[in-house]
C-alpha cells in the first residue's frame, strides 16, 4: 500500500498543467477532495497549500497557485514511490508530458502530411477528438504535440492516407488478439504473417500495439493497381475496386496463409467478437478512407505504454512492461528511431493476391 499524501494529490494535480501555469484554491479543492477520496474544506486545503510553499515546491500568486521547478523536481522522484495512489489517468498525462519531447521526431514522420485524431484523457474518461471546429487535426510540429499534450491529448492516431489521397501509404496488419488468446500464442502469429511477407520480398516493420497486441507494417514504391484485381466477395459487404479493397484484400491474404501454417487460431472476420474470443483478428477494416492508426511511439491512452517498435528477434523475450515510457526513451537514445519502412516493389506479392482474389 503506498503512502500516498494530501501533498502528493496536490502536487499531481499542479505537475500536469504547463509551466508557469497558476490555477485557483477551488480547482485544487476539487481535485484534491476527488482523488483523496475524503473531505477538505478551503482553509485545510490553504493548510497544505501553504506546507508546500514553506518548502518552496509550490508558489502562490494573487490568490492562486503553481508548482515551482522544484516542485517539479521533487515530484519526478516522488511519483515512482506512490504511484499506486495517484490518479492513474493524471499520471499517463504527466508521463506523456515528459515522454515525448524525447521522441517527437520520430512520433512527426508519421503525423505530417495527414489528418491525425487524438485521444484526451480525463479523469474517468477519455475521447478521440478528429476535429477543432469544422477542420481536421494536423499535427505538424513539436509545438503542436505540445499544444496537444496540454489539453491531456496523450494518444496519436494519424490516418493511414496523406490529405486527399486516394490510396493508403502504408499496408498495416492490426493482430486484435482475442481474451481468451495468450501473448505468446499472438506472438506465434505475428511472426508467421511476418514470414509470409518477407517470402514475397516486402520488408516488414513490427510494433507493439500499446495494448495486448502487434502491427505489422510495410511499405511499397509507387505501383498502379493491378489490372486484373478484382475485390475479393465478402458475404458483408458490397466492395469497390480501389486501392484500399486492394490493401485490405493484402491482409486477408496474409491471413489465409498464415493459417495454413496455425490452424485455427486467426480470422479475418470483424464480426462477431465473442466468437473470436479464442483467435487473432488480421483486422483490415481499418483500411479504408479515413480509416486511421495509432502511431509508432505513440502512448496508447487506456495502458500507458508506449505502441513501439520491435524487431523480430526481439518478439520471443518481449514482456508489456518493457513497452514503459521511460524504457523507450533510453532504448530510443541508444538507437534512434528503430520503425523503418523501406519501400519495396510489391510485385510478387501483389500476383498472388490477385490470383487469391480469383478463387471463389
Known amino acids: 500500500m503506498s503512502d500516498v499524501t494530501p501533498e502528493d494529490h496536490v502536487l499531481m494535480t499542479l505537475a500536469i498543467k504547463r509551466g508557469g501555469k497558476f490555477v485557483d484554491l477551488e480547482h485544487i479543492q476539487e481535485k484534491l477532495c476527488r482523488d483523496a477520496g475524503q473531505k477538505f474544506d478551503e482553509e485545510g486545503t490553504k493548510e497544505i497549500l501553504g506546507g508546500l510553499i514553506g518548502k518552496r515546491l509550490v508558489e502562490e500568486k494573487e490568490g492562486e497557485y503553481a508548482i515551482t521547478e522544484g516542485g517539479r523536481k521533487y515530484f519526478e522522484r516522488r511519483w515512482r514511490q506512490v504511484r499506486g495512489g495517484l490518479n492513474q489517468d ?79 501509404d502504408w499496408l498495416v ?73 486492394f490493401y485490405a484484400d493484402i491482409v486477408r491474404f496474409v491471413e489465409s496463409r498464415v493459417a495454413e501454417k496455425l490452424p485455427g487460431l486467426t480470422t479475418a472476420e470483424t464480426a462477431g467478437k465473442e466468437a473470436r474470443v479464442d483467435k487473432v483478428l488480421f483486422d483490415a477494416s481499418i483500411i479504408k478512407p479515413m480509416g486511421d ?6 502512448i496508447h491512452f487506456k495502458t500507458g505504454l508506449v505502441s513501439m517498435p520491435l524487431k523480430l528477434r526481439e518478439m520471443g523475450k518481449f514482456k508489456l512492461d ?39
Not at 513497452?323 to 501483389?350: H, I, M, Q, S
Open 90 to 168: 493524471y499520471l499517463r498525462v504527466y508521463r506523456a508530458k515528459q515522454y515525448y519531447p524525447h521522441v517527437v521526431d520520430a512520433l512527426l514522420e508519421f503525423c505530417r502530411d495527414r489528418w491525425v485524431s487524438v485521444f484526451r484523457l480525463f479523469t474517468g474518461r477519455a475521447w478521440l477528438q478528429r476535429k477543432i471546429g469544422p477542420k481536421y487535426i494536423t499535427i505538424k510540429s513539436a509545438k503542436d504535440v505540445e499544444r496537444w499534450l496540454n489539453v491531456h491529448g496523450i494518444d496519436f492516431i494519424p490516418y493511414i492516407h496523406r490529405v486527399n489521397s486516394d490510396r493508403p
Open 293 to 298: 492508426v495509432r502511431a509508432p511511439y505513440s
Open 173 to 245: 496488419i492490426d493482430f486484435d488478439a482475442g481474451r481468451r488468446v495468450p501473448l505468446e500464442k499472438t506472438k506465434e502469429v505475428v511472426k508467421a504473417a511476418h514470414g509470409v511477407l518477407a517470402g514475397y520480398g516486402v520488408k516488414p516493420a513490427i510494433k507493439f500495439s500499446g495494448s495486448r497486441g502487434f502491427q505489422i507494417w510495410a511499405r511499397f514504391k509507387p505501383h498502379e493497381l493491378p489490372r486484373d484485381y478484382r475485390p475479393k466477395e465478402l458475404r458483408t459487404e458490397r466492395r469497390e475496386r480501389n486501392y484500399f479493397s
Open 322 to 360: 518493457q513497452a514503459d515510457p521511460e524504457l523507450v526513451v533510453k532504448r530510443y537514445e541508444r538507437r534512434g528511431n528503430e520503425f523503418v519502412l523501406e519501400p519495396v516493389d510489391g510485385g510478387d506479392l501483389f500476383g498472388a493476391v490477385v490470383e487469391w482474389c480469383m478463387q471463389r
